[in-house]
């Protein structure tokens, strides 16, 4: 009977937690952004409107256009693609917000693997 008293008490608590997510505060302004791959830091700047993002990455600028599903899930189609890579579009979700930084997941459209990183809102 214990038993199933703490578990109720525990499943309670647990299940009226909220993640913050604020994705509307994160869909425009001039963003820093970490992602670790193979314990390896990869560090980008990019600006983004509501229909454009311009990303600097190793001195390297790319663009893409921008289409929000909805306020927390956007695709990335890179505007004038230079390889088959590049030709695919981006998902990217945001798991996570805070008052400055969101934690996001990314793939290739339709690909099961997933990359997280977290950005900061520089304006």
């Not at 454009?52 to 390297?60: A, V």
Request: aromatic share 14%; proline share 1%.
């Amino acid at each position: 009977m214990r038993y199933l008293l703490s578990f109720s008490l525990l499943f309670l608590f647990t299940s009226c937690y909220q993640v913050e997510r604020e994705c509307a505060d994160f869909q425009t302004g001039k963003f820093y952004s970490e992602i670790i791959i193979d314990d390896q830091v990869y560090k980008s700047e990019f600006i983004r409107t509501k229909d454009l993002q311009i990303e600097t990455y190793n001195n390297k600028v790319d663009s893409s256009q921008v289409r929000w599903i909805n306020d927390c899930e956007v695709v990335f189609k890179t505007i004038n693609p230079k390889s088959m890579a590049e030709q695919k579009d981006i998902h990217l979700k945001i798991l996570v917000t805070t008052d400055s930084t969101y934690t996001f997941e990314y793939s290739y459209v339709g690909d099961k693997t997933k990359q997280k990183g977290i950005a900061t809102k520089l304006e």
